[in-house]
């Protein structure tokens, strides 16, 4: 199946920017659409609820206004991550702003919901839920939602086990509907190879955290830009689920990275620090495997071209390659 136009015809590059807790705000949404590509943020980052109203309003009539003064490079769509997991006592009302403006896509963390998914509908809008398995993939287009978001192992945050070959081909074997690879992708070449691998999209957060526009501490950025992918520690403390973190900022919190505790999954606290006083997000900075190629701190602009050079040179050299392969099988059938 085809990716639905709001995916397809608005890009210059096939990439979402993952919604990233606390860090995402108007101005790197902004950013990213501008430049081309899907630019998104957690509705929970606006605090209080009345802030969304404004967040959506802002970015709603900014990317229109550009759109208006640049009818030869029309701003990608935004997304919204909607958390659907039961302590997210703000769902319902979060979700009537994603109707009210008509939130061109909406992403759906911790659990698929139907009514979710129909809400979105209602209007014309995308949904696409992130999972961690096959499993999991499968509950959530039995409960509605139009794409998938595999989260592989190495990405940040929130993440996964699975290698992201395994992980897309089990999905591919039954879904033909858009897919959007996350796990480690820093780089224009990466994003061609989650599409050799059969995703439609990639999904990048953590360079987009080393970015002017992302609201992140200025430690934080520089902490990405000194670490590579042996810096990064899988856990669940900090928040009962799974995800990967900056182990320097762990070690800044007190905390011992080898000898950390386990926590209880059933008791979910986002942004809480388990049983420690260090805060998910605030102290423990969560990060993924592919920062290693990541050097500065440049506008999301500039990333985002430098993403799109980096595609289109691996493209040319991918093809450079097939085309060689094929001379060279001609010559040997001759």
């Known amino acids: 199946m085809a990716l639905p136009p709001v995916l397809r015809d608005r890009l210059r590059l096939p990439a979402i920017g993952s919604p990233l807790f606390i860090i995402s705000h108007p101005a790197l949404v902004i950013a990213q659409c501008t430049a081309g590509v899907v630019g998104s943020f957690p509705s929970l980052n606006a605090r209080p609820l009345s802030q969304l109203d404004e967040w959506l309003a802002e970015i709603t009539e900014t990317l229109a206004d550009w759109d208006r003064k640049h009818p030869d490079r029309p701003s990608a ?77 190495g990405a940040g945050g929130h993440a996964g086990t699975l290698s992201p070959f395994a992980l897309v081909q089990e999905i591919r074997a039954w879904f033909d509907g858009p897919v959007a690879l996350s796990g480690a992708i820093a780089t224009g070449r990466a994003i061609l190879a989650a599409q050799a691998m059969g995703a439609d999209l990639a999904y990048i957060g953590s360079a987009f955290i080393a970015t002017q526009e992302a609201r992140a501490s200025d430690g934080y950025k520089q902490m990405i830009v000194e670490s590579g992918a042996s810096d990064i520690l899988y856990t669940n403390l900090f928040t009962g689920v799974h995800g990967n973190y900056l182990r320097p900022s762990v070690v800044a919190a007190g905390l011992d990275p080898e000898n950390l505790p386990v926590s209880d999954p059933s008791k979910m606290n986002f942004g809480s620090g388990g049983n420690t006083d260090a805060k998910a997000w605030r102290d423990i900075w969560g990060c993924g495997q592919g920062i290693g190629v990541l050097k500065d701190v440049p506008p999301a602009g500039v990333l985002i071209e430098r993403l799109i050079a980096e595609y289109e040179q691996a493209q040319a050299e991918l093809a450079a390659k097939t085309a060689l392969v094929r001379r060279a099988s001609a010559a040997q059938a001759a």
């Open 77 to 153: 769509p935004f997304a919204v991550n909607q958390i659907v997991h039961k302590t997210n006592n703000r769902l319902e009302e979060d979700l009537q702003l994603c109707v009210k403006y008509k939130v061109p896509v909406v992403i759906t963390s911790l659990g698929a919901r139907t009514e979710v998914n129909d809400a979105v509908h209602s209007y014309g809008g995308v949904t696409l839920h992130d999972v961690i398995d096959d499993r999991f993939a499968r509950k959530a287009i039995e409960k509605g939602a139009d794409g998938l978001i595999p989260v592989a192992a």
